[in-house]
């Protein structure tokens, strides 16, 4: 067969490298998602080399981003990759089918505009488009509200169609609760059946729920008869409070089904979809006599009683809104968002009603730990922060010593920063000549698809260590003079003197200057009473405007500090006192005149030192790291339910026990 000849297509302006040598050119190819076939990125490459080799004519590197993704999707990491490469100014195209391969929305035309600013080319083929050609804009306009014109269309037209299906033909969409039967096979909620073994078991849940039951009282019951879970249950797979609830709650038990409870919306700062509840006109409703378990009017009765029953529980409303709605987590008072438990790791959430704020272990109110301490919220925070403001207040001056400490660990930090600096220099230099290698193999024996993303990756690589070299170079080789105890005082003064805990920014502000926070259980070592103590960091390095301190000098700066959130008991107050005279020979009557206590207070405290002198003890408090036996509040390891499984990535850091 004889060979067709290469017909090249010259552009007005023609494409041309700007090193002069080789041109660079960026391919974008992306599909939607899996259910698309991933041929076609490569039939997108394909068309995009041979578009090349029809409009270019010398030595060309190709750069191929390949992904799969929503366009709505500005968070993706292929897009942080695009602007990459934009930025470090050395690519001279990039060529896409269409501005939709980019983004579904109008920042494929702001990255359009960037690209010319880094003096960049685009060309999107199928919008005819060209940032090299007058008037360009015009047709990226266009491009992209067609663009997304296309996608709301597209939605509109699914939508169209489910709903339609769901209500003629009972299609199948949402996952079945444990009770039902689907058939390899079935489509319609014609074809699904019930599960024998369920028709007893949810008449008695319903029974118990008539007579005050709970979920979990419900879910310990469905573990004690191992009743299996649903198929589709994630793991791990076991009856918990929250599952029940989403049993009795499905009104698929009275035969209803239901759809469009909820209907996506995008965040346009991220291009994510959230699910948000849609308006009552959007709900369809399907009844399937054979699928129904519970008889309707009980089934509305029951559910009815449970919502009174729990009315009280809810958390109240401002003007019949939810006053935690569209609020952020983090946006919360402080210590929320940073106070650990010392036992699995958890957040401590805020619990608790308007009257009498309450936090506890997160990990407990899920049964994956034990710790089931509770604390008065406006009291741990009057405690921490009186904790915090004697500490600063107590301060000595910073003496000779503590400066020279200081001035060591600039030494070093500047030492280890210049080590850096020619480690990272001498693997830049590598890369180079790696790259340079590989781009005069290139330019005289051509190139493979494999070299030319092994050239790819180093310069990727090449790129972020040149960052992290641009980021040491910035950084000045300054020592911050650290201010007199009177500032660092005047300063934490006026942070407390504006003192608002619902305040994100005085939040953000105690954040940095209480790093870590945990809340340990103690317990008298004569086995009475378990209380939380506070173990946390305090850095004084917050209080010093735009330090910029490398962090080996911050941490000179940390104060470990020990906050017990409780009232000292009178037995462990008076303790020492009571030892004292009573090894003056003083009885017990007289101990407690001159004290002003009762006799029986007297014994106790007597008692005490003597259950501290068997244990070998200094002080009357032991860390608890097992559950009691003996107290009533830690229960919750007693449940069928219950399974330990701290936070791993939390945990308490060995030194914050042993510092404070």
Known sequence: MKKMKKLTITLNPPLKPRNGVKFVVLFICRISGKSQDEKSLEDQEAYYREWLDRHFEGPVEIIVIATQGSGERLDRAESAEIYEHIDSRRIDLILTEDLGRIYRRIHALLLCEDCIDCGVRLISLNDNLDTAVEGWRVHGLFAVMRHEQYNADTAKRIRRTHRNRFLQQGLLFQD?????????????????????????????????????????????????????????????????????????????LKGMRHRNDKISVRVNGTGRRKSVKAPPEELLERFCPHLVFIEPERYDRVIALIKRRNEKHRRHLVDGVDPRQNVARKATEFPGQLARCGTCGHLFYWTGTADQKMMSCSGCLNYHCWNAININGPYLQRKLLEAIWSEIRSLPEFGPHFQSLVAERYREAFTQKSATKIVKQKEIARLQGQIQRITTSIEEHGGTRNLFERQSQLEITLATLEDDLKLLNSTPDTVVELPSITELQQAAEEVFRVLAPRDPR????????????????????????????AKLVLNLAALIPQSGMPEEVEQILYRHLAVDLFDIPQRVEFREQVVELHQQGLSTRKIAGRLGLTQPAVQNALALDQRMKELGLTEPFVLLTEPPESFGRCRRHKKSRYRFEPDTKHLPPPDLDAAA
């Open 176 to 252: 079945l609760i444990a009770g039902y039967i689907k058939p390899p096979g079935a489509t319609s909620d014609t074809q699904l059946q019930k599960d024998p073994r369920f028709e007893p078991v949810y008449d008695e849940m319903f029974t118990r729920l008539e007579g005050g039951a709970g979920f979990p009282e419900i879910s310990d019951w469905f573990i004690a008869i191992e009743l299996p879970v649903g198929p589709y249950c994630r793991p791990p797979k076991r009856w918990t409070a929250k599952m029940v609830r989403g049993i009795v709650f499905n009104k698929i």
């Open 506 to 533: 005085v939040w953000r502000q105690l954040r940095r200057l209480v790093p870590q926070l945990y809340l340990f259980p103690y317990q008298i070592c004569d086995g009475q009473g378990i209380f939380l103590r």
